[in-house]
Nanobody, 113 residues
Framework: QVQLAESGGGLVQPGGSLRLSCAAS????????IGWFRQAPGKEREGVSS????????YYADSVKGRFTISRDNVKNTVYLQMNSLKSEDTAVYYC??????WGQGTQVTVSS
């Protein structure tokens, strides 16, 4: 079964960092553009960042630009989202997707003192 699995979420203080991972099973990630989305309680899911299949294009939402970095490790078949200078408004469940209907189950990120 094709799956994506996010990990790396947790509770962090404002200003802290987390690195999220999106690992694939039975799916070769370097064939796809991979996106990270997040959904906060009571809000719609929003796009956070994406990376093209050739790694020559990355996208960041204005709200995370300069703080988040997306990257991939094709050997590990994993895409990462490095999140620095975290703010309370970054609190959400974070999901990765291959843009073709495959989503992970999400990982909770909570930024709170």
């Amino acid at each position: 079964q094709v799956q994506l699995a996010e990990s790396g979420g947790g509770l962090v203080q404002p200003g802290g960092s987390l690195r999220l991972s999106c690992a694939a099973s039975r799916l070769t990630l370097d064939y796809y553009s991979i996106g990270w989305f997040r959904q906060a309680p009571g809000k719609e899911r929003e796009g956070v960042s994406s990376i093209s299949s050739s790694d020559d294009y990355t996208y960041y939402a204005d709200s995370v630009k300069g703080r988040f970095t997306i990257s991939r490790d094709n050997v590990k078949n994993t895409v990462y989202l490095q999140m620095n200078s975290l703010k309370s408004e970054d609190t959400a469940v974070y999901y990765c997707t291959n843009g073709l209907g495959i989503w992970g189950q999400g990982t909770q990120v909570t930024v709170s003192s």
